[in-house]
């Protein structure tokens, strides 16, 4: 698969390769032929391109930190389909409109030596690394540590994208570094005990573990009210509300699984009672495991879930909502949803080697799509319209925050980001292309593998997945989230098929359908 554009034998007449062999100067190669109309299948014809023979490279950029790898790739192009190009002596292969995608050994001292030729025409172009970086320095352990006589108690108020729950909050730590291992999550809003203090770190004890939190993350408070905790349930306009009363700001999690939801609390000595156990909308609660720190509690619904969200109210009883799917007809099924689209990016995004940026190939798609949602008789919202990003145009986590808050606010019932992929240094491009899909949160997954399904139809590329992974707008828990990737922009058909509006609108369908399956019979009813 290394060789992607298959070069039409020379065509040239024996007398015709003399007379260019007498003529040129001396290593001339001959000059490329036109090449062939064909693509992969999958992908359009790369159109044919003969414009000024100028290279540019889009990746790397000059001063990219150099790899610590011993082959990546780079991409560009050289602006005609009849070049030539040699990379570091090696030839690599032309697409028909001049881009390319080499994988080669990383040159020795860190600089790319491009050389393209048709005919006689010449041109050359260095792109040098950076010194690679310095490495971190090793987390220091802080050294005083301090032991409270009694335990003190402190709430969560870090407000960051920080956790992996769904929720916003504190990252546990096993040890007083900022080491990027993780053991847990606090909630925003949780009180808790902590025993002791080492430097910027609060210890606190979690079962039989020693786990830490930073201090910036907490308000020192007083200890909660102590009494028994007992869950309620009741049905809510959006499906139910599942109420701990005298949960004292327990810190709490929630997994949702199909029509069962489960919610962990974690407090020493909080006994928790259920309560009727046949309360509708739930069917059963049970306790199904506990310690002296944890109880975990299973509620068996009469829906599958669709969301949920889960806070503490002002007297600290931990509220969870959860979401029931939205009513749809079976022969309209988008008909009055609310979908959120978003196309993915600025800021940051990839490019590809002709210079179509992500963030415009996201857009053309979900616009596209927009347009096939509204067809089907549903509300689509955009989280961007234009170039323009909607809150930061420097800082990412800025801005994927304000898109989730924009279908939060907007009480979108699916939220659909669209992107297309870039490979991290070092990875064979020609190895590992794939079509993904991503999702978080069990509700995600009936659409993410339609998704999946739908597009790799279109591209006919390899599917990955659908692949849960903790990315901040999948993270979105009170609507199935997805983030799909059709195909990776550094491939020359890839981006040249992002930029045709027929391929676009197929990427487009099979959103469209994607969705429309997925809300006819992705939840399964219980
Ligand atoms: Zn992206």
Do not use: K
């Not at 929630?254 to 156990?277: N, S």
């Not at 990839?350 to 210079?355: A, E, N, V």
């Amino acid at each position: 698969m290394s060789i992607r554009f298959v070069r039409r034998a020379l065509g040239t007449g024996l007398g015709l390769g003399l007379w260019a062999a007498a003529c040129a100067p001396a290593r001339a190669p001959a000059p490329g032929p036109v090449p062939e109309a064909r693509g992969r299948a999958g992908f359009p014809p790369v159109p044919f391109v003969d414009g000024p023979l100028q290279l540019a490279i889009r990746y790397p950029l000059p001063g990219t930190p150099r790899p610590a790898v011993d082959s990546t790739f780079l991409f560009g192009s050289t602006g005609s389909g009849r070049a030539r190009l040699w990379i570091n002596g090696v030839e690599v292969p032309v697409a028909p409109n001049g881009a390319f995608l080499a994988f080669l050994p990383l040159p020795v001292d860190g600089v790319w030596r491009l050389e393209a030729r048709r005919g006689r025409e010449r041109a050359t172009a260095d792109v040098a690394y950076a010194p690679p970086p310095a490495s971190p320095p090793r987390p220091v352990m802080p050294p005083v540590d301090s032991v409270f006589p009694e335990p003190r108690w402190v709430e969560v108020i870090a407000t960051g994208d920080t956790l992996q729950g769904g929720f916003e909050g504190v990252p546990l730590y096993p040890t007083p570094t900022d080491a990027p291992d993780r053991v847990g999550q606090l909630p925003r809003g949780a009180r808790l005990p902590v025993v002791g203090r080492r430097g910027r770190w609060y210890r606190l004890l979690w079962g039989d573990e020693v786990r830490w939190i930073p201090v910036e993350a907490t308000l020192e408070t007083v200890p909660p009210p102590r009494g028994p905790a007992r869950w309620e349930a009741e049905p809510a306009p959006f499906g139910a509300r599942l109420r701990l009363r005298g949960a004292g700001y327990a810190p709490f999690d929630v997994r949702p699984d199909g029509a069962c939801l489960e919610v962990e609390v974690a407090r020493p000595g909080l006994a928790v009672v259920a309560a009727a156990t046949r309360s509708l909308p739930v069917r059963a609660a049970q306790p199904l495991m506990g310690d002296t720190l944890h109880t975990v509690w299973a509620f068996d619904l009469d829906f599958p879930v669709w969301g949920w969200r889960a806070f503490y109210d002002p007297g600290g009883d931990l509220v969870v909502d959860v979401r029931r799917p939205p009513a749809f007809d079976p022969a309209h099924p988008l008909h009055g949803l609310r979908i959120v689209l978003d196309p993915g990016h600025p800021p940051a995004g990839t490019i590809g080697p002709t210079g179509l940026t992500e963030a415009d190939a996201n857009l053309a798609v979900a616009l596209a799509t927009a347009q096939r949602l509204r067809a089907a008789g549903a509300e689509v919202l955009l989280t961007r319209t234009g170039p323009e990003p909607r809150a930061s145009a420097s800082d990412p986590s800025v801005e994927l925050r304000a898109r989730v808050a924009f279908a939060l606010a907007a009480g979108a019932d699916l939220y659909v980001s669209i992107h297309h992929n870039a490979f991290p240094d070092g990875t064979n491009p020609f190895v590992h292309e794939a079509t993904e899909v991503y999702y978080y949160h069990s509700m995600g997954r009936p659409l993410a593998t339609r998704l999946l399904d739908r597009l790799v139809q279109v591209t006919l590329l390899p599917p990955r997945g659908p692949l849960r992974r903790s990315l901040a707008v999948a993270r979105l828990s009170w609507m199935p989230s997805v983030l799909t990737e059709a195909a990776y922009l550094m491939f020359p058909d890839v981006e040249a098929a992002l930029r045709n509006p027929a391929f676009v609108d197929r990427l487009a369908d099979a959103h469209a359908r994607a969705l429309e399956e997925a809300v006819r019979e992705g939840w399964a009813r219980p």
